[in-house]
């Protein structure tokens, strides 16, 4: 293991050396590691995760993605690795890769059925977190993606204190209840000294199949407000479409291309943000 002068992130890191608790294990090369985040559960955190790390596959970077959502881990059923098995070697462990090449480390690959509860208590969690970030073989990646549990709790301040993050992009839907809360999350980011890279609005609208219209389901001008107030900028806004919503029942490549016309302006935003 290296000290925070080896690591990887440092030229990225928001963090003063003397205060980083980063502990990287030597084999890993990681050139920008950036957490998703929502105050919420229930907005689609997890399917943007998956989605973005997929878009960044398509353009040809090298991506992985960590399910930080221990007691929720959904990244294997996303991307297509239900029922999938990680390996170790010595005191490492092997990320399980999916067909198009993109490593994942989810606590579902450590447990024996998927449906089984996980009953820790928070500094296990952390942990855990922290056993993903350092003993998980990732090798050289241009991005890796932390999908984090929603909320502002341990899981949030053990990555955003213990991983060099070089920033967060929120997840939001257009709802007054559901920003204030998200703007909490931002809050707390914004506290801990880490970039908040932008925002995703998921659920925006939907698209009459007729005509193409735009539905907007809340008040139009929420999402502007929204914004303005949070002084974050939007990466983009989704709509409500079957191959977002049917990506656990491993429907990627069979919508892959209406999936990246819509992803791919996001993922350009967040690549140009980054340099």
Request: net charge negative; glycine share 8%; proline share 6%.
């Amino acid at each position: 293991m290296s000290n925070c002068n080896s690591c990887p992130s440092q030229s990225n890191c928001s963090k003063e050396s003397t205060k980083c608790g980063v502990t990287n294990n030597p084999l890993n090369k990681i050139k920008y590691v950036i957490g998703v985040m929502s105050g919420k559960g229930g907005v689609g955190k997890s399917t943007i995760s998956s989605l973005i790390a997929r878009e960044l596959n398509n353009k040809g970077f090298k991506v992985g993605v960590m399910d930080a959502d221990i007691t929720g881990p959904s990244i294997p059923r996303l991307m297509g690795l239900s029922g999938e098995r990680a390996d170790g070697v010595e005191e490492n462990i092997l990320p399980v890769i999916s067909k198009d090449g993109i490593k994942t480390m989810s606590l579902n690959y450590l447990i024996e059925n998927e449906n089984d509860p996980v009953v820790w208590r928070g500094p296990m969690v952390g942990k855990a977190v922290e056993q993903f970030w350092n003993g998980v073989i990732w090798g050289e990646l241009d991005y890796l993606i932390i999908d984090m549990p929603p909320g502002t709790g341990d899981v949030a301040l053990t990555v955003m204190q213990s991983i060099p993050l070089s920033g967060v992009v929120m997840v939001s839907i257009p709802q007054d209840m559901i920003s204030m809360i998200v703007t909490k999350a931002i809050k707390m980011t914004k506290q801990l000294n880490t970039p908040v890279l932008g925002i995703i609005e998921n659920m925006s609208y939907i698209s009459c199949p007729g005509c193409n219209t735009k539905i907007q389901l809340f008040n139009e001008n929420h999402t502007k407000d929204f914004i303005e107030e949070c002084g974050v900028p939007l990466l983009g806004e989704l709509p409500m479409v079957n191959s977002i919503c049917n990506l656990s029942n491993n429907s990627y490549e069979k919508d892959k291309i209406a999936i990246s016309e819509l992803f791919s302006p996001i993922v350009d935003k967040l690549i140009k943000t980054l340099k």
